[in-house]
């Protein structure tokens, strides 16, 4: 922190009253005395964070929290408090403070918990997660404060350095129409949500960017510049690698017969045209509701526990398939498995071969080079 003298509190300067070079790439605070209802001109590029910092002077009690980006090398050249442009009300002299991103700490007001359904996500709330994708389980989750919703930082809201190359992902309120600037072109959305128990969020979607061992993640605030200005709750983030190769419960298993339910959420059933080796094996039930899935891989991840045929039945409306199920044979030795969906005329096979204890990776409903008619999702048949 770089404290000024309050004596100084009337100084009119457009620039030059405090100087100093950025040792590195930095983001500079400037702390506004609240009783300013203008700022002076020299703060026109500084952004608000929607934060403050307490003060025991009665007159004053809050200084308002602005940032600007500087890089390294660069000049770092203010004002006077009462500068050109500002409000003349009486006020006290501004602090500033700044924070080399070569200082790469997770603030203590954050927490790491291990990422898994039914835990409190945020720091200050008690609601918890409902549901979480499988191949996220088990990875780091940084928990934030929902105080902080309403942070607008362009950026030094949250960092950390990851110590492995590893992706990073943000699970953000589905509320939000508009993300902000920080996550433009560089995070990427998955397809992927995580339930919660807050009634008016209901999901969090997932959005993911690479990082490489030892660089710094520097996000910024909720509501950071560039996003759209709907209420929502703060995000969270989580990294690490998950190897865990696990059917997620959300997903039911059942014996394959005539007349069973095949989604966990409906109650259409499989009304004929099932081959006859194929009954008595596993059905993995999926929910209908995920039918928009377009992750590319990780929507399904399990260990098949013999080498043999896994078979996708596959919506027999789609002219497409997705991309992951290149490689997979179009098995037309048997017509299609019929459904009591009346919009649905049968349900088309896709097989391939996987060795005991290989891990059985698909993708979205929806997942990259898919046809977009509107279909049901698809279910797994496995064993033998």
């Known amino acids: ?119 409190p996500y945020y720091t200050d709330r008690a609601y918890k997660l409902t549901s979480v994708p499988s191949q996220f389980t088990g990875m780091t989750l940084i928990r934030t404060p929902n105080d902080d919703q309403k942070n607008t930082s362009p950026n030094g809201y949250l960092t950390f350095e990851v110590d492995e190359d590893t992706d990073v992902y943000i699970a953000f309120d589905r509320r939000c129409t508009d993300h902000p600037d920080w996550m433009d072109g560089d995070f990427v959305d998955t397809g992927y949500d995580i339930g919660t128990s807050l009634s008016t969020q209901r999901y969090l979607d997932v959005f993911k960017k690479a990082y490489s061992a030892g660089e710094c993640v520097n996000l910024g605030g909720n509501y950071g510049p560039g996003a759209s200005g709907e209420y929502r709750s703060n995000y969270l983030v989580f990294y690490g690698n998950n190897n865990a190769c696990v059917l997620d419960s959300r997903f039911g298993q059942a014996v394959v017969s005539t007349g069973m339910n095949y989604y966990t959420d409906r109650t259409y059933t499989i009304t004929g045209g099932l081959p006859s080796w194929m009954v008595g094996r596993t059905l993995i039930q999926t929910p209908n509701d995920e039918r928009a899935n377009s992750a590319a891989s990780g929507y399904i991840r399990f260990t098949t526990p013999v080498s043999w045929w896994i078979y996708v039945l596959f919506d027999s409306r789609s002219t497409s398939v997705p991309d992951w199920l290149t490689g997979w044979e179009r098995y037309t030795k048997y017509p299609d498995i019929k459904t009591s969906l009346a919009t649905q005329p049968g349900l088309k096979m896709y097989r391939r071969m996987f060795e ?29």
């Open 356 to 384: 005991a204890g290989q891990c059985v990776d698909l993708g979205g409903n929806y997942g990259p080079g898919s046809s977009n008619e509107y279909r049901s999702n698809y279910v797994v048949v496995y064993g033998n």
């Open 1 to 119: 922190m770089i404290k000024t003298p309050n004596d100084d509190r009337t100084n009119a300067d457009s620039s030059g009253y405090l100087t100093f070079k950025a040792s590195d790439d930095t983001s500079v605070y400037v702390a506004f005395d609240q009783r300013a209802t203008k700022l002076p001109d020299w703060m026109n590029d500084f952004v608000s964070i929607g934060e403050s910092l307490g003060t025991s002077l009665g007159t004053q009690r809050h200084l308002n929290m602005f940032t600007k980006f500087y890089l390294e090398g660069e000049c770092i050249d203010l004002g006077g408090n009462y500068g050109p442009g500002s409000s003349k009300e009486y006020r006290s002299n501004y602090i500033v403070l700044y924070e080399p991103f070569g200082s790469c700490v997770l603030d203590p007001k954050f927490d790491k918990v291990s990422l898994t359904a039914c835990i």
